[in-house]
Nanobody
Framework: VQLQASGGGLVQAGGSLRLSCAVSGLTFGNSAIAWFRQAPGKEREGVACIVSDNDDTVYSDSAKGRFAISRDNAKNTVSLQMNSLKPEDTAVYYC?????????????????WGQGTLVTVSS
């Protein structure tokens, strides 16, 4: 299973970025795909999750109202639209997948991870 995250970069506070995650080597259906992030010196935290078959989603409190996760089953990709970015959103963002149709942003539930993409939000 391979996951390729992309779309990170440098953006000013209040700006937007769209991250993408391409998943291969796994049947996309009946899976949950999530985004996590890890800031320097902090633990990895869940951001958002979507289930491939039914659009069930879960968001962290910090992501609600600002971020939106979506999927394209035909392309085996999941995107994370991030709006109203804040300096505290600065982190390496990872996508991960679990072969289960249950949405969760608990990192321990995900066996497959991508390499991460850096998001830097300047003040």
């Amino acid at each position: 299973v391979q996951l390729q995250a992309s779309g990170g970069g440098l953006v000013q506070a209040g700006g937007s970025l769209r991250l993408s995650c391409a998943v291969s080597g796994l049947t996309f259906g009946n899976s949950a795909i999530a985004w996590f992030r890890q800031a320097p010196g902090k633990e990895r935290e869940g951001v958002a999750c979507i289930v491939s078959d039914n659009d069930d989603t879960v968001y962290s409190d910090s992501a609600k109202g600002r971020f939106a996760i979506s999927r394209d089953n035909a392309k085996n990709t999941v995107s994370l639209q991030m709006n109203s970015l804040k300096p505290e959103d600065t982190a390496v963002y990872y996508c991960a997948v679990r072969p289960s149709p249950v949405a969760t942003i608990a990192a321990g539930q995900y066996p497959f991870w991508g390499q991460g993409t850096l998001v830097t939000v300047s003040s």
